[in-house]
Structures are given as structure tokens and as C-alpha cells.
């Protein structure tokens, strides 16, 4: 029974110092809450197909934390008193799980799998003020306080392009046809507009001079269909090392980089690679696999449960042929792939 109200998720994960110890418990008690009914679920429903249970708390841990047990980051601390605590969570975790699986049958197949990885952020780049300084972007008056784009007083006649902001940036041309106010041509000139764009972000140094390593991607050429209106191009910069801050600053001159992060205090950017693990049978030799992707889950789901993948279906079914033995010692857990 799950008493004291079932929790959703860590309210204010991206809290001030005072409020750590707090946000915290509160992530512990909200996963120990989410267990204990995916559980109670598996007790007194015993005939399921699908089972999937999301936890929220090592995303939250992760933003909240990072900086505090890594030490490859710019603002760790040695000896701080939170130094443990993503690891000590992680144990926790992994208590939980094996409280669940014990619950389970030898027919049960069981995956565990993360949307994202994690990494250390260094920073942010502000790369609307960048696009300011480049002259894409044009503003009639700055804001009186921090104000994303669509709030700021722009002077859209003047003004080739504009973004918004989150782990990565997603850039929008203002193209004429298609943008309200729009002044660059679709054909060449636009593509002039992007191949420009793409050229001087890839080339973008950091703070510190040294080149950034940014990613920069046209949606057609990572996305098999699109559909509606996408933004013009992604843009990772360090490559996930730092984030892309959307805001516009009050403050002339503004500064391309912060090292704070306009929705609040975070630790840690999303990064590529995640993880999946998956046991079929108990008992079965721990192999590994390299070459999986996000998309190969819902093909191997669907062949676990003897449905067919309809053709059209990205990603490929994982299975045992494509790993490596990883050890030669039998393993009842989870045989892990990545």
C-alpha cells in the first residue's frame, strides 16, 4: 500500500543548496513509492502480457547531483558531503529491482532501458546572443529581465534567424511563405542561410578559445520522414557538453557563455548514449553487444511477446547472436548489452 500520497516526480529537482537535502529524500521516497506499487501491481494482477514501470529518479539525481561525484567536473569539490550520493542511490536502486524481480517467473523476459545517458555540463552557450552579435537576430529593445525570444521586442523585418533553448538548440530561419514576417527566400537563399550557420557554430571556440567540437544537423538528413514544421537545425554544442541557454539578457554587452542555467540550478546535460539491459532466460551467459539503438526496443519487445514488427518499423530485434561473451562465468542476472 502506498500511504502519503503517490509521488509523480521531484518537484524542484533544480533547487538551490539549501534546498538538496530536501529534493533528496524526496527522490528516494518517490522511487521506493513507484516499487513498491509496480510490485503490488505484479502481485495482484499476475496475468500480464506488458509490464513497464518508468522511474524518474535517476534523471533527477543526475541534474541535482552531478557535480558533487564526478570529478571531472569544472565545479566539483572534493570531501563535500554529497560526494556518494548518485552511487549510494544507484544501490538503492538496484535493491529495488532485485526486490521485483524475485517476484518474477523463469518465463519472464525483463529489459531495462534509459531514454538517455547523462554527462557533466560544462556550461551554457546563450547562442541567441550569439546570433545578436553575428547580426541574425535583431532586437528593437533587450528585456527588462531574462526573456526567451518570443517574448522579446524583435524587429522581425531585420532579423534571418532565431532559436530555443534545452540540451540542445533548435534553430528557425525566417523564411518568407512560411514565418509571419519572414525575409529569406526558400531555395538558395535559404540554404545559403543554413550551410553559413553551420559553418560558424562548428567553428565556435569556448570561453576558454579552444574549438567547442558542436554538432550541427539538418533534420532531413537524421530523420527518415519529417513532417510539419521543424526547425531549420539542430545544434549540439560541445556535443552535449554544454547547454543551450535560449534566454536574452537584460545586460549590454551580454556574454555567449554562462556557467548558470536559466531554468534553474543543473548539474548535468542529457547525453548520447544510455543504457539497455536485457535477460530472456535466467541462467543464460552474460554476453555484451555493441551498435543498439533507442529504436531496436520496441522490435525486440513485440519478438519477445511473438508478435510480428510490421515492415515499416525502424530498428532491428536484439538478440543473442549479436553479442560478444562478456564472461565465461554463467550469470542468473541481467545479461548486460550497451
Not at 501491481?41 to 543526475?62: K, Y
Request: aromatic fraction near 10%.
Amino acid at each position: 500500500r502506498v500511504t502519503g500520497g503517490y509521488i509523480l516526480d521531484a518537484v524542484g529537482f533544480r533547487a538551490d543548496e539549501e534546498e538538496k537535502d530536501r529534493v533528496l529524500k524526496t527522490i528516494y521516497e518517490m522511487t521506493e513509492k513507484r516499487f513498491r506499487l509496480a510490485r503490488h501491481m505484479v502481485d495482484t494482477r499476475p496475468d500480464w502480457d506488458f509490464f513497464m514501470m518508468v522511474e524518474m529518479g535517476p534523471d533527477r539525481i543526475h541534474h541535482m547531483f552531478w557535480k558533487y561525484t564526478d570529478s571531472e567536473h569544472p565545479k566539483y569539490v572534493p570531501g563535500n558531503k554529497y560526494e556518494s550520493c548518485i552511487y549510494d542511490y544507484y544501490k538503492f536502486v538496484d535493491s529495488q529491482i532485485g526486490e521485483l524481480l524475485a517476484k518474477l517467473d523463469e518465463q519472464t523476459a525483463v529489459l531495462i532501458v534509459s531514454d538517455h545517458g547523462a554527462r557533466a555540463m560544462v556550461g551554457g552557450v546563450c547562442f541567441n546572443e550569439w546570433l545578436i552579435n553575428e547580426g541574425y537576430l535583431v532586437l528593437k529593445s533587450r528585456p527588462d529581465a531574462p526573456a526567451p525570444v518570443e517574448k522579446c521586442d524583435v524587429d522581425w523585418s531585420r532579423t534571418k534567424a532565431w532559436g530555443s533553448g534545452g540540451y540542445y538548440a533548435r534553430y528557425m530561419i525566417n523564411v518568407k511563405g512560411r514565418e509571419p514576417h519572414g525575409v529569406i527566400e526558400r531555395g538558395a537563399e535559404y540554404e545559403g542561410v543554413r550551410t553559413e550557420l553551420i559553418e560558424k557554430l562548428e567553428a565556435l571556440p569556448d570561453h576558454n578559445g579552444d574549438l567547442m567540437d558542436t554538432q550541427v544537423v539538418r533534420p532531413e538528413d537524421v530523420y527518415k520522414e519529417v513532417r510539419g514544421v521543424p526547425p531549420d537545425l539542430f545544434v549540439y554544442f560541445g556535443n552535449l557538453a554544454w547547454r543551450s541557454v535560449g534566454s536574452i539578457s537584460p545586460a549590454q554587452p551580454p556574454s555567449v557563455y554562462t556557467f548558470e542555467n536559466d531554468t534553474g540550478p543543473d548539474d548535468a546535460n542529457h547525453d548520447y548514449h544510455g543504457i539497455f539491459i536485457m535477460r530472456e532466460r535466467p541462467g543464460e551467459q552474460s554476453l555484451e553487444a555493441e551498435g543498439l539503438n533507442l529504436k531496436d526496443v520496441a522490435p525486440t519487445v513485440l519478438d519477445l511477446l511473438g508478435e510480428s514488427v510490421p515492415p515499416d518499423m525502424d530498428g532491428k530485434v536484439i538478440t543473442r547472436e549479436l553479442g560478444t561473451h562478456a564472461s565465461s562465468v554463467p550469470n542468473s542476472a541481467l545479461a548486460p548489452l550497451e
